[in-house]
Nanobody, 119 residues
């Protein structure tokens, strides 16, 4: 059983920055992909924000391209989401998810961290 723990959320003014962390209880190298999702207030579904593969490849939602950067530190078993130029519409609970392409049961979510961007 792997635990993912997010941290770094908070309240920030529009235009500000935050860095979210997703710390794994085990090796993040065991995940094929680690992703950040977010769920905005009143929305039922979670939106994929960014993803990073075990090889370091990255992908971003169009809404955050150029503003958010996902990265990983294998030595610390942590994935980061650097969020710059934040907008009120970025307000959401942010979740990290790690999963394996080879074992569909190896799929873990964190508990989420709240990000609130004030206008």
């Amino acid at each position: 059983q792997v635990q993912l723990v997010e941290s770094g959320g908070g309240l920030v003014q529009a235009g500000g920055s935050l860095r979210l962390s997703c710390a794994a209880s085990g090796s993040i190298s065991s995940f094929s992909i680690i992703t950040w999702f977010r769920q905005a207030p009143g929305k039922e579904s979670r939106e994929l924000v960014a993803a990073i593969t075990s090889g370091g490849g990255t992908n971003y939602a169009n809404s955050v391209k150029g503003r958010f950067t996902i990265s990983r530190d294998n030595a610390k078993n942590t994935v980061y989401l650097q969020m710059n130029s934040l907008k009120p519409e970025d307000t959401a609970v942010y979740y990290c998810r790690g999963y394996s392409d080879y074992d569909h049961n190896y799929d873990y979510w964190g508990q989420g961290t709240q990000v609130t961007v004030a206008s």
